[in-house]
Nanobody
Framework: QVQLVESGGGLVQAGGSLRLSCAAS????????MGWYRQAPGKQRELVAA???????NYADSVLGRFTISRDNAKNTVYLQMNGLKPEDTAVYYC???????????????WGQGTLVTVSS
């Protein structure tokens, strides 16, 4: 059983910073892409940033230049450093990963439980 455990959400003033962490634990063969999505009230879930196992990154235009995604493959952990936060960044942030449970198996997708980020104006 693979689990994603997120941490680092909270309340911050506009212009402030937060760092989210997401650690994958359990039994698996490999982890491919790790990423962060967010869902604001009344809106669809959207990709914030993603990173491959060889550190190729992808960002939403709305966070480019403000957020940085990184990962520690030895710890199976992905981070999201969020700087210059704006009220419109307020959302529940979800960690996501694609992993292979065993050699030769197809990739499976897993979501974390979500962590709330609130940015006050």
């Amino acid at each position: 059983q693979v689990q994603l455990v997120e941490s680092g959400g909270g309340l911050v003033q506009a212009g402030g910073s937060l760092r989210l962490s997401c650690a994958a634990s359990g039994s698996f063969f490999s982890i491919n892409v790790m990423g962060w999505y967010r869902q604001a009230p009344g809106k669809q879930r959207e990709l914030v940033a993603a990173i491959t196992s060889d550190s190729i990154t992808n960002y939403a235009d709305s966070v480019l230049g403000r957020f940085t995604i990184s990962r520690d493959n030895a710890k199976n952990t992905v981070y999201l450093q969020m700087n210059g936060l704006k009220p419109e960044d307020t959302a529940v942030y979800y960690c996501n990963t694609q992993y292979r449970p065993a050699m030769g198996y197809r990739l499976l997708e897993l979501w974390g439980q979500g962590t709330l980020v609130t940015v006050s104006s």
